[in-house]
């Protein structure tokens, strides 16, 4: 890709080719916003400078920022720096051919889950109730209500901040009356409101993932899949995949329910053999 190949010449300039390497993998542009993946404890100024010549030199970056913490917290948020360029964590990203308003400081977006988005959609069949467990500014939800033909998504989320943007963005991309946006708890929410509706439920969310699943079978009608996204330490030598699948088919067991594990991947490594797998189940 043009912009990789050049974000890694620009990187090479400022830093020199050895810290370039450990550097330029960990940028990432959302929108007009590009934002750098700190390691510990890394000094500021080389990344202030690399930061100025992103500016200068990729036209649309307006605004540059470094992660000062990890993802965490209720609502999976990161505090940032600001290296460079306008002082503005707000923008519009387009992905899969939508466009969502996100401030990278209020809501959690990653352009690394972009081709998880896509490949849901198209798993989607016409006239499907979906339910989003965890939706964010609402990626994963209007992504398939664009490219697939739901009859209906319902998509939850605790933070106000992602309920405010899914709401712009539902508006955005022109699919109010499909994606019905709802602030609360999603085990709530499941358990009170949408008992026995659903075909299809996500949970991109691994700390709730495991604990919400009795909630998740409860919102579906009788049968239909439930898409896990959870993270697992493995060893050199085992499969992320085996481990994280045979967790879960514990725990449908504890449940009472037969599910099938029809699909599974490992979405991408997080950390020193940490990885991120979705597992899809067929109930
Ligand atoms: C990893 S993010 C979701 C990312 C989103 N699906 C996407 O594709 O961009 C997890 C979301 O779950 C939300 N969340 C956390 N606890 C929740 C709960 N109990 N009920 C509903 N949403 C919750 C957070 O606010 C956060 O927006």
Redesign the pocket.
Known sequence: MARRKLLREIAAEVLGEREARRIWGRVEIIGDIAVIRRPFNYPLEPLRKLGEAVIARIKHVRSVWCTASS?SG????RKYIHLAGEKRSETTYRENGCMFKVDIRR????PR?GY??ARIARLVRPGEVVV?????????SIIMARHADPRIVYS????PD?YRYMEENIRLNRVEGKVIPIL????R?AEERLKGIADRI?M?????SYK?LPQAVIALRGGGYIHV?DFTRARPGENPVEILASRYMRRFREIGVNARLVYSRVVRTVGPRRYQVVLDFKL
């Open positions: 993802v209720p609502y999976r948020t809501v959690y977006v990653s889950l998880e988005h989003n467990m965890f939706a964010g500014a609402g990626l994963f939850i989320d605790i933070n992602a609360g708890d999603a085990a929410i996500l991109p969310l691994q700390e709730l919400y996204y």
